[in-house]
């Protein structure tokens, strides 16, 4: 990575402005359904408060409207304080009196955490007076919020004009792990692509065909693809604009493109009508009939696809390979999973579906990297520049 790091400048006894990205999954009533997202900023603070920063920590939460207190920090800043063995006091608002105030009361190797930035407009705006209000708490900033990298507002890219910024930790394994797949894979080099819609995709598929050996498409994507290739594909997602995209990338890839062979088929929609509703059969990819849906990947597909994996030297996996929420549809992704984790290969998961499947699975420790951000590893593996990343010092 070519940005300086917080090893790469000195921070003993300063004042620093530390943007985390804290925005965890919570259950109607507020609490933490997932905290992973804490914990992986964890050895940046650790760090920095172990060389005796003044630290302020700054995150937003979900999309509030204005100060909404459904948003509040506040169960996040008592996570943090277990997590660290240490209270870390949560301050009433991001900017102005309260904030500096609390920032004031801070003694070496503290840290404390400002109220929700997206209570205000102007964060998302990265309203020039409003990152200066930020940036006037401290004397540096360190920018650890990989999953808010893609996005140019106030707290992730305004500041960093303000103050000199580096990259923490997070973003920096973040980067090194997705930089490294893109620049200088270990090869054999594989993607596995699933998911929803190709709209969401076109720009990964088009950055990946240039760089891997095999491209694995499966999951609702797949069926647009087999649509392409002449195929009946029942009552299976379809996205009609794509046609032609799925068309050229058939044709460039040659037999470096995967496709499922089989799969799994539903009579009903599990999200719809329930999962006991499903009546599920294993069909030939060019023989679905017309009154079904794919749902998930068939077994002679999940033994391509696994064998393929399993003779990679990296893997990038983005988007589950069926409709992998009820168990009759989960059975592709876990299989894929699977064939990662007994791998040898570098394996990067991005993606926030395909992430929340490896972790439910229970392969996560068996991953080499897997991404805390799903848009920005997707911006990022479509080759475009992270504003958030971009105004950092460069080494
Ligand atoms: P990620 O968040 O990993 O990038 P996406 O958001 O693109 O993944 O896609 C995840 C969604 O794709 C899941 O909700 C899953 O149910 C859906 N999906 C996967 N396969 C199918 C399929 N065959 N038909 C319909 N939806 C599917
Ligand atoms: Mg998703």
Known sequence: MNKKTIQDIEVHGKKVLCRVDFNVPQDENGAITDDTRIRAALPTIQY????????????????????????????VAVRLSQLLGQQVPLAPTSIGPEAEAAAAALENGHALLLENVRYYP???????????????????????AFGTA????????GVAHLLPGVAGFLMQKELDYLGSALENPKRPFVAILGGAKVKDKIGVIRQLLE????????????????????YEIGKSLLDESNLEFCSEVMQSAGDRLLLPVD??????????????ACNTAVCAADAIPADLEGADIGPATIQRFSSVVKQAGTVVWNGPMGIFEFAKFAEGTRAVAKALAESGAVSIIGGGDSAAAVQQMGFADAMSHISTGGGASLEFLEGKSLPGVEALQEK
């Open 122 to 144: 102007e964060e998302e705006k990265n309203d020039a007076e409003f990152a200066r209000k930020l940036a006037s708490l401290a004397e540096l900033y360190v920018n650890d």
């Open 263 to 276: 799969v799994i088929t539903t009579d009903h929609n599990p999200f719809a009508d329930g999962e006991a």
């Open 48 to 75: 920095l408060l172990q060389q005796g920063t003044r630290l302020i920590l700054v995150s937003h939460l979900g999309r509030p409207k204005g100060i909404t207190p459904k948003y509040t920090l506040a169960p």
């Open 150 to 157: 893609h996005r140019a507002h106030a707290s992730t890219e």
């Open 211 to 230: 760089r891997v050996d095999t491209l694995i498409i499966g999951g609702g994507m797949a069926y647009t693809f087999l649509k392409a290739k002449g």
